[in-house]
């Protein structure tokens, strides 16, 4: 049975955005589905994510799929660089790695401003995807262009759909659940 793991980003939580609809959606078509509730989203802490994502480890198998939704993203690369085998697929969703700027880089910063271990992260997934909107007000776009080049991926740009989040419309995500049912 295919996994998915959908991971929310900094001040969200499994109820936020289309989190719910494309639980809905894969659990419609024989997914298991985790949406992990991440502690405090207002101020994220690295170690306390990753501790919190250790309860969910024993259902990680190489048939696994993360999708990860701003801050989601770089927690995805910090869970990928701890695993012991391959995963199926990442999506990366208004994805990112390292600054944002003065607004959000206290908040983010143990999660995303790190060294990466990219070969590691390359070898534990199979495949990736990066959706990106070309007017993001919070990521922009060379952030998915950055990620583009360090991932073996690719990169799908839908315009006009600001953070991909329910604030610019996004309840549903017909996009990335067909991508996923590709994958």
Known sequence: MKTVFIFHGYGAEPGSNW?????????????????????????????????????????????????????????????????????????????????LGPDFDPFIGSISMRSFNWDKIRKN??????????????????????????LPSELIIIKGAEHLNAGSGYLTFNELRDAIFSS
């Open 19 to 99: 989190f719910p609809w494309l639980k809905e959606e894969l659990e419609a078509k024989g997914y298991k589905v985790f949406v992990p509730a991440f502690p405090d989203t207002d101020h994220p802490d690295r170690e306390k994510w990753l501790n919190h994502f250790g309860q969910y480890r024993k259902h990680v198998t190489e048939d696994t799929i993360f999708v990860g939704h701003s801050l989601g993203a770089p927690l995805i690369l910090n869970i990928l660089e701890t695993l012991d085998k391959p995963i199926k697929a990442t999506f990366l969703v208004s994805g990112f790695v390292g600054e």
């Open 125 to 150: 997934c199979g495949k990736f995807v990066i959706f990106a909107s070309d007017n993001d007000p919070y990521v922009p776009m060379e952030k998915a262009d950055e990620l583009h080049k360090r």
